[in-house]
């Protein structure tokens, strides 16, 4: 097989493009490892496929890995459609944190997240002697203190370990031969892009573009004027701006503006009814997102659902909808890709310093989303002013300025302490030298060359792993004079893992955050639905947590009294520190106590100010959190917490009050049906058996009536709770 010409050939392209032809001509069929660096939309994925297909050919396993969910997804169909009639077989795997997935040794081109490749890695995965070939997309986002460690531990860990090939394509960066340097890899740097890119600033009346063109708008709003010429050209464009509630407002002025013909409305008045009813009760940001579509634009951002989101998406690409509004997420997200890009907010607010510009790489990102490739010979991004100073400061910064370098984000210890247990605990560094060895290979060590530093952080968390029982070390417990460097950092000394350290570190939570779940089940007996859920609200993993406002303090208060006595987590004082964090934590708890009894979505947004996105991710957090208590108390043998801890967790996965968890285990039964089957009079598995099947299909109609009664005839296979249990 020729990698080149069969990539080329399922990509229905003719001929490689300058950065494709310069990343071969650098060696990108040979063994070394290799940073390509160029900007957004410039062929870079072409690259990863040649790559992977020679690996391939070699009998070699790819790992692709990748900043975000929803990029593995867009890859994984991507790659399945264009390969798997070649034999390539593609996997991916972003889900369970608990779980090797040993199915992906079946596999060529294994495609998942950082999160989930350090998972991986913690399980032990019996195929990584195979992998062949990294792909670290986005490297970049090393830069990130969320992503950043991760992916960065990772790399090290696999080049350590399994010594496979790295390719990592990155956004344009100012060091990106550092980057190269520290992978030892070929450095390949490149400007072009296949759709020419025009860079402008509006200030006032007029659009002034790098290359020299300019755009004449109305100066009284400029916004709506760029986006009514972009449709008169038969052009689509995606507005970027800083919070979710501009967004919405955007859109809906955008879409007054906006004429269409009998064909469109009647696509977007279906789209509309998709989006509307895309959850059980729909919110009055629902209702605000289907009013908007009925026009022709969208708003875009994480407080929406999953469906929600994927229907836009699907709906732009087909060109469906003409203008999105989105937070600057998208930027970083999936490949939507638009005519004209508008950017109308420059500077977004920071916790440290306040409202302040956002940083160059960034803004290039969004910058990149201009110009489709199969429609358009150029793409223009439009940086909105609002004073001749801020347009001179844009031009300068953004237009003609380079975009930053990237830092390591490694050399902090809250982020050091889960990865020196999982390290430990997977066997790779079974003593102080070599745990001092793997993080002098890190792009940390690597960038700021601080060797004492390191150790002496290493030391601290290797002491608190220690203090809390998840590692047991032949240090020799002596004094020091200097607190910030024990006396034992000159000397070598084991490192092993407990059984329980080696759990936190497979369930992947934060080893405080094990620690304070651990402190908090000792003693308990039965504790309440809602003592459980207030225990993991306080957790690490449930930051940020619900704020509190003047008139949420005497609801507080009063379930702050009626739980006081039953609570896991005893109140601080009021004058601590942790008060606050306390009291939201019985807020977020509350939150949840609702959803478990069967609020909808429209309640939680209207009593809680929680989205529907939101309140997704916030419930995936409990679920983990819930699933990691319930592996902990088995593991330490409080068996009388384990079946509450399990109710809770079921009730909150599907939203309902226990008398229906009996019903809500059947598949296609989810809370409204359980319902209206246990308001109906079934409200056990027995009921159930013993209704004809033409009298439930009047309560939930032919097909789930059906698929009810297959489900309790098939002796065996039936996952429900058992009666004394719901």
Same mark, same amino acid.
């Given at each position: 097989m020729d990698p080149v010409r069969t990539a080329l050939e399922k990509s229905g392209l003719e001929k490689l493009n300058p950065v494709q032809e310069l990343a071969l001509e650098s060696g990108l069929l040979s063994n070394r490892n290799m940073v390509v660096a160029a900007p957004t939309a410039s062929g870079k994925t072409l690259i990863a496929e040649i790559a992977a297909l020679d690996a391939i050919s070699k009998g070699k396993k790819v790992v692709y890995i990748?900043?975000?969910?929803?990029?593995?997804?867009?890859?994984?169909?991507?790659?399945?459609?264009?390969?798997?009639?070649?034999?390539? !077989?593609?996997?991916?795997?972003?889900?369970d944190l608990d779980s090797s997935d040993p199915w992906l040794g079946r596999y060529d081109i294994i495609i998942t997240t950082s999160e989930k490749a350090d998972s991986l890695l913690r399980h032990g995965i019996p195929w990584a002697d195979s992998i062949g070939l990294v792909i670290a997309d986005e490297i970049h986002l090393l830069d990130s203190p969320n992503r950043g460690p991760t992916l960065e531990v990772?790399?090290?860990r696999l080049r350590q370990t399994c010594s496979p090939r790295i390719l990592a394509l990155s956004a344009t960066i100012s060091n990106h031969e550092e980057l190269a340097k520290w992978l030892d890899a070929v450095p390949v740097k490149s400007d072009y892009r296949p759709v020419k890119l025009y860079m402008g600033v509006c200030n006032g009346d007029k659009v002034e573009f790098n290359p020299k063109k300019t755009l004449e708008v109305k100066n009284e709003n400029p916004i709506l004027d760029i986006v009514n010429q972009t449709l008169k050209l038969n052009k689509q464009i995606l507005l970027f701006i800083s919070t979710r509630k501009s967004a919405e407002s955007t859109a809906e002025k955008i879409g007054k503006s906006i004429s269409l013909n009998p064909k469109e409305l009647s696509s977007l008045n279906g789209l509309s009814e998709k989006i509307l009813h895309s959850i059980d009760?729909?919110? !009055?940001?629902?209702?605000?997102?289907?009013?908007?579509?009925?026009?022709?634009?969208?708003?875009?951002?994480?407080?929406?659902?999953?469906?929600?989101?994927?229907?836009?998406?699907?709906?732009?690409?087909?060109?469906?909808?003409?203008?999105?509004?989105?937070?600057?997420?998208?930027?970083?997200?999936?490949?939507?890709?638009?005519f004209r890009v508008v950017i109308r907010d420059l500077k977004r607010f920071d916790s440290f310093r306040g409202m302040d510009y956002i940083p160059i790489l960034e803004i290039h990102q969004m910058a990149g989303r201009a110009?489709?490739?199969?429609?358009?010979?150029?793409?223009?991004?439009i940086l909105m002013t609002k004073t001749p100073a801020e347009a001179k400061r844009a031009w300068e910064m953004?237009?003609? +300025?380079?975009?930053?370098?990237?830092?390591?984000?490694?050399?902090?210890?809250?982020?050091?302490?889960?990865?020196?247990?999982?390290?430990?605990?997977?066997?790779?560094?079974?003593?102080?030298?070599?745990?001092?060895?793997?993080?002098?290979?890190t792009f940390y060590a690597h960038q700021f060359k601080d060797l004492g530093h390191i150790e002496m952080m290493l030391e601290r968390v290797v002491d608190m792993l220690e203090g809390f029982k998840f590692i047991i070390t032949s240090k020799e417990k002596t004094s020091s004079n200097n607190p910030f460097r024990p006396a034992s950092m000159e000397k070598?000394?084991?490192?092993?893992p407990t059984r329980i350290g080696k759990r936190v570190s497979e369930l992947y939570i934060d080893p405080i955050t094990a620690d304070y779940l651990i402190q908090h089940l000792h003693g308990a007996e039965k504790p309440a639905a809602f003592?459980?859920?207030?225990?993991?609200?306080?957790?690490?993993?449930?930051?940020?947590?619900?704020?509190?406002?003047?008139?949420?303090?005497?609801?507080v208060n009063e379930l702050l009294i009626e739980h006081e006595n039953n609570l896991l987590q005893k109140p601080p004082n009021p004058w601590d520190i942790e008060y606050d964090d306390f009291l939201r934590s019985i807020k977020t708890a509350q939150m949840f106590s609702s959803?478990?009894?069967?609020?909808?979505?429209?309640?939680?947004?209207?009593?809680?100010?929680?989205?529907? +996105?939101?309140?997704?991710?916030?419930?995936?957090?409990?679920?983990?959190?819930?699933?990691?208590?319930?592996?902990?108390?088995?593991?330490?043998?409080?068996?009388?917490?384990?079946?509450?801890?399990?109710?809770?967790?079921?009730?909150?996965?599907?939203?309902?009050?226990?008398?229906?968890?009996p019903l809500v285990r059947l598949k296609g039964i989810g809370r409204v049906r359980a319902r209206m089957m246990y308001d109906s009079g079934l409200r056990s598995l027995q009921d159930l058996r013993r209704i004809p099947e033409e009298s439930l299909s009047r309560v939930v109609g032919y097909a789930v009536a059906k698929s009810v009664k297959d489900q309790l005839g098939e002796k065996g296979s039936q996952k429900t709770l058992s009666e004394d249990e719901g």
């Open positions: 990748v900043p975000l969910r929803s990029l593995a997804s867009e890859k994984y169909e991507e790659f399945k459609e264009k390969y798997e009639p070649l034999g390539i !077989k593609t996997a991916i795997s972003v889900g990772v790399l090290t009760h729909p919110t !009055k940001q629902c209702e605000r997102l289907a009013s908007c579509i009925r026009s022709g634009a969208a708003f875009h951002h994480a407080g929406l659902a999953n469906k929600q989101r994927g229907l836009i998406e699907k709906a732009f690409r087909e060109g469906v909808i003409k203008a999105i509004c989105a937070t600057p997420t998208l930027a970083a997200g999936i490949n939507l890709p638009a110009g489709r490739p199969k429609y358009d010979t150029s793409g223009e991004a953004y237009i003609l +300025g380079q975009p930053e370098r990237i830092y390591s984000k490694l050399g902090v210890e809250p982020v050091l302490r889960t990865h020196v247990l999982s390290l430990i605990a997977s066997g790779v560094t079974p003593t102080k030298k070599s745990l001092l060895d793997f993080f002098f290979r070598d000394y084991s490192l092993a003592a459980v859920l207030q225990m993991i609200s306080n957790t690490l993993e449930m930051r940020p947590l619900l704020s509190m406002k003047k008139n949420d303090f005497p609801l959803w478990g009894n069967e609020a909808g979505e429209n309640k939680i947004l209207e009593d809680f100010n929680v989205t529907p +996105g939101e309140l997704r991710a916030r419930l995936d957090n409990a679920d983990w959190l819930l699933y990691a208590t319930q592996e902990l108390g088995l593991l330490l043998g409080y068996m009388d917490i384990l079946k509450e801890v399990r109710k809770t967790r079921i009730r909150l996965q599907y939203g309902v009050r226990e008398e229906l968890l």
